[in-house]
């Protein structure tokens, strides 16, 4: 049965949300699924943006056949060839042999990776401020490359004020009914999880979003049509617009502390708690604790980018550091994380040098304020240690002031 949502009188949603799936792109856990979103406009011409992944093919192609109600489709506007969107493009093509795809150059190139059908012959190549008109509609295309593939464009819509933007103001998260963000209380419920999806999907790509909002600021903007997540408008369309200038400028969110740790007997585990509680007695409110063996690695990304003050707290572990504090380090490092005051705890029986290590993959990244304090345990906290750990409180509560 076709599952159709109206957004506005010539425009509707065709896409599907999955439960099934547990983890998007095979690395990052959807517990709450996530939805493939395509729309489609009934103009003079007809248009579909985008297509959508093939969990939700059934659905997907049954919602578009659905909302062109008979009529023959005329444009489909490929704003990014990621699987998850592009992946039934050929099946339209079959469907709708006459259909024109409207796309950039690169695109176009990447069409050709991916199937095996004649792109040259129905592509409309567009570029940066070019326009295609639909009778009562004119849409202009905005080049964002590197948001977060290089052949990512966004399509805006001149006569709603629309901005179809591809991956960017998408969330993790499947759609319950609910489309719109004004619908629910959309900074409790999907905020975490704009946040988890932006910092972890497109997170490194700072300066690249950066220009892409700079082109948005000249744009009369109602509403964002994202690929993932809830169509924006109203204070959220506002609050995702100011989250991604804070996120893609390296601006921490929370004037907090983020402390993470990796213990294998509980030692070092014991040391990160005492600190929060010392942190919490000088005053520092929202403090967050992550046991890197517990947590995601894709959550401690997300609140890397949230908080001004990062605390790492590891056991050395073959001479080196604890496996998976490694692994959350060199993924904060991939993602490009700037401007961070960082502090470090080490841990080690006989030879304590997991703190080295982890100084030398933070400190490679611009903006890191690193402090000198590092405390050093020797198996297990002392009670002559709890002046650093005081200590080491202290530097930290300074530097958020």
């Given at each position: 049965?076709?599952?159709?949502?109206?957004?506005?009188?010539?425009?509707?949603?065709?896409?599907?949300?999955?439960?099934?799936?547990?983890?998007?792109?095979?690395?990052?856990?959807?517990?709450?699924?996530?939805?493939?979103?395509?729309?489609?406009?009934?103009?003079?011409?007809?248009?579909?943006?985008?297509?959508?992944?093939?969990?939700?093919?059934?659905?997907?192609?049954?919602?578009?056949?659905?909302?062109?109600?008979?009529?023959?489709?005329?444009?489909?506007?490929?704003?990014?060839?990621?699987?998850?969107?592009?992946?039934?493009?050929?099946?339209?093509?079959?469907?709708?042999?006459?259909?024109?795809?409207?796309?950039?150059?690169?695109?176009?190139?990447?069409?050709?990776?991916?199937?095996?059908?004649?792109?040259?012959?129905?592509?409309?190549?567009?570029?940066?401020?070019?326009?295609?008109?639909?009778?009562?509609?004119?849409?202009?295309?905005?080049?964002?490359?590197?948001?977060?593939?290089?052949?990512?464009?966004?399509?805006?819509?001149?006569?709603?004020?629309?901005?179809?933007?591809?991956?960017?103001?998408?969330?993790?998260?499947?759609?319950?009914?609910?489309?719109?963000?004004?619908?629910?209380?959309?900074?409790?419920?999907?905020?975490?999880?704009?946040?988890?999806?932006?910092?972890?999907?497109?997170?490194?790509?700072?300066?690249?979003?950066?220009?892409?909002?700079?082109?948005?600021?000249?744009?009369?903007?109602?509403?964002?049509?994202?690929?993932?997540?809830?169509?924006?408008?109203?204070?959220?369309?506002?609050?995702?617009?100011?989250?991604?200038?804070?996120?893609?400028?390296?601006?921490?969110?929370?004037?907090?502390?983020?402390?993470?740790?990796?213990?294998?007997?509980?030692?070092?585990?014991?040391?990160?708690?005492?600190?929060?509680?010392?942190?919490?007695?000088?005053?520092?409110?929202?403090?967050?604790?992550?046991?890197?063996?517990?947590?995601?690695?894709?959550?401690?990304?997300?609140?890397?980018?949230?908080?001004?003050?990062?605390?790492?707290?590891?056991?050395?572990?073959?001479?080196?550091?604890?496996?998976?504090?490694?692994?959350?380090?060199?993924?904060?490092?991939?993602?490009?994380?700037?401007?961070?005051?960082?502090?470090?705890?080490?841990?080690?029986?006989?030879?304590?040098?997991?703190?080295?290590?982890?100084?030398?993959i933070i400190s490679a990244l611009k903006g890191m304020n690193i402090i000198d304090k590092k405390v050093t345990l020797k198996s297990s906290l002392?009670?002559?240690?709890?002046?650093?750990?005081?200590?080491?409180?202290?530097?930290?509560?300074?530097?958020?002031?």
């Amino acid at each position: 049965m076709q599952n159709i949502r109206k957004i506005t009188d010539s425009l509707l949603y065709v896409g599907a949300s999955s439960r099934a799936l547990s983890l998007f792109e095979n690395v990052y856990p959807i517990p709450r699924g996530t939805s493939y979103n395509s729309y489609v406009l009934l103009d003079d011409k007809t248009v579909l943006f985008d297509t959508a992944d093939r969990a939700v093919e059934g659905q997907f192609l049954e919602n578009v056949n659905g909302a062109l109600c008979g009529r023959t489709l005329d444009y489909v506007i490929v704003n990014h060839m990621e699987p998850d969107h592009c992946a039934l493009l050929e099946e339209i093509i079959r469907r709708y042999p006459d259909v024109k795809v409207v796309l950039n150059a690169k695109a176009e190139i990447m069409v050709k990776q991916f199937f095996t059908f004649d792109i040259e012959s129905r592509a409309v190549v567009v570029k940066e401020g070019d326009c295609l008109e639909t009778g009562h509609h004119t849409f202009t295309f905005v080049m964002a490359p590197m948001v977060h593939w290089p052949e990512v464009m966004m399509t805006y819509d001149k006569t709603d004020k629309i901005l179809f933007s591809a991956d960017a103001f998408g969330t993790f998260g499947a759609i319950n009914g609910n489309l719109f963000s004004d619908e629910v209380d959309f900074e409790c419920e999907w905020l975490s999880d704009a946040r988890r999806y932006y910092t972890n999907i497109v997170g490194k790509y700072g300066p690249q979003v950066q220009a892409v909002l700079k082109k948005a600021a000249a744009l009369e903007i109602n509403m964002i049509a994202p690929l993932h997540g809830l169509v924006l408008r109203g204070s959220a369309l506002t609050l995702m617009i100011d989250k991604y200038s804070k996120w893609s400028s390296y601006t921490p969110e929370e004037n907090s502390v983020m402390i993470s740790y990796g213990s294998v007997y509980g030692n070092t585990a014991n040391a990160a708690e005492l600190l929060a509680a010392r942190l919490a007695d000088k005053g520092v409110k929202n403090i967050s604790i992550f046991d890197v063996s517990a947590t995601d690695s894709a959550e401690i990304v997300a609140a890397a980018f949230k908080y001004r003050v990062l605390v790492f707290a590891s056991t050395t572990y073959n001479n080196g550091i604890f496996i998976n504090m490694e692994n959350v380090l060199h993924d904060i490092s991939a993602h490009c994380l700037q401007n961070r005051t960082v502090a470090f705890i080490q841990n080690g029986s006989w030879a304590p040098v997991s703190g080295k290590h982890m100084e030398d993959i933070i400190s490679a990244l611009k903006g890191m304020n690193i402090i000198d304090k590092k405390v050093t345990l020797k198996s297990s906290l002392k009670e002559s240690q709890l002046d650093e750990i005081e200590a080491l409180a202290d530097e930290i509560v300074n530097s958020l002031k």
